[in-house]
């Protein structure tokens, strides 16, 4: 679990999920091959996201994404002013983005 962690973080799992709860970030990459991506993020919460899943989905709830690229397994867009690099992806699990209230 990451809670309100500040920098760059890299997160590398073979089985288990990461669940996260972020106000900000220098940079963010998250790689796991069994197991899901969940994060719980803060209204100005900014980055150029990439996300990636191979036998997943992905889910973004409540976030107005620029520059977007939506496919069914892959998904590229901006938050906000995209100052920070934020790469998810996994193999066998999806991927949740939520806004904080």
Known sequence: M????????NVDI???KVKGDLDSTKGLDIKTTNGNVSLNLSSTF?????????NGKITKKGFYFREVDDEKKYFKGTLGNGDADVKIETTNGKITLTKKH
């Not at 990451?2 to 973080?9: A, F, W």
């Open 2 to 9: 990451l809670s309100r962690p500040t920098g760059k973080i």
């Open 14 to 16: 073979l089985n288990g």
């Open 46 to 54: 900014s980055g150029k996201f990439i996300m990636e899943t191979t």
